[in-house]
């Protein structure tokens, strides 16, 4: 099996980290292709409202500040492929263009068997992010910035559960990860909670999870979570993301933003 796994770059701060992060995924895979990606908006598409047409000295603005940072970005995946071992995973440099960087990311991680992301602090990678989750339909490896990025992870990997088409995607699409970890914990939140269905998917793969109930308590569930986590000594987590009406958004959908704000250890999620 050989992955493609693609990296999305919004960032030359944090992207060593998401190479990284991607550099462990690829370890399940021989010869493992890493796509160091970054969508590159036109400037034609940053034209004000107030503005009918781009001036030619506006234009050779974006261009220059659209130039440094693919530069920046390149020179960051020249120097961290050079530090790859041999035979460990082939490392591409990959730069589309496009009107939009979510529409650029949707469209080219399609076909990626795993995308990683650093978790953004800026617009640009907020958008990636959204897509990656919302457009792509593909498994999404989210990792914390460099200050708190594990060096590996994959070895002791919880499973958020819940009776839900989207965390049920998430797993299958971990599977091969799930497959070569040592330890599987399944966290379920509810005063009855139900294992039944995510141990029949586990058994189907030939992998054992350990069922662990989070008590009722603090009403953050998603804070819950991340305790629990962190008190079993987790290093990865399998989740599905959630996206709801306003309504549902509070009980849904704030379990996914505070995971997506405050983990500090990677999450594999799809939605």
């Known amino acids: 099996m050989r992955l493609r796994i693609v990296v999305v770059l919004t960032n030359p701060a944090t992207a060593r980290a998401g190479l990284d992060a991607a550099l462990v995924a690829a370890a399940i895979a021989p010869d493992s292709r890493i796509e160091a990606f970054h969508a590159r908006v036109t400037p034609e598409s940053l034209i004000m409202p107030s503005e009918e047409v781009m001036t030619l000295a506006r234009r050779r603005e974006l261009d220059a500040m659209f130039s440094a940072m693919s530069s920046a970005l ?6 961290w ?18 009107e939009s960087v979510d529409a650029v990311v949707a469209s080219c991680a399609k076909t990626a068997d795993l995308i990683v992301l650093v978790r953004p602090a800026e617009f640009e990678g907020s958008t990636a992010l959204n897509a990656a989750i919302f457009e792509s339909n593909r498994l999404l490896l989210l990792v914390p910035p460099v200050d708190i990025n594990p060096a590996t992870f994959g070895r002791h990997m919880a499973i958020a559960w819940k009776a839900s088409d989207s965390a049920a995607r998430a797993v299958t699409a971990a599977i091969p990860w799930l497959q070569r970890a040592e330890r599987i914990s399944v966290l379920t939140v ?13 058994d189907a793969h030939g992998i054992a999870g350990e069922p662990l109930a989070i008590e009722r308590g603090d009403p953050n569930v998603g804070e819950r979570l991340l305790r629990k986590v962190q008190t079993i000594g987790a290093d990865s987590l399998v989740m599905g ?3 709801h009406h306003p309504l549902g958004e509070m009980i849904f959908g704030g379990v996914t933003v505070h995971m997506l704000r405050r983990a500090s250890l990677p999450l594999f999620m799809t939605h």
């Open 190 to 202: 509810g005063e009855h909670p139900v294992f039944d269905d995510i141990q029949n998917l586990l």
């Open 81 to 98: 492929a050079a530090t790859v071992p041999v035979g460990r995973a082939i490392v591409q440099w990959r730069e589309v263009e496009g």
């Open 241 to 243: 993301a959630y996206h």
């Open 74 to 79: 390149q020179d960051v995946v020249s120097d």
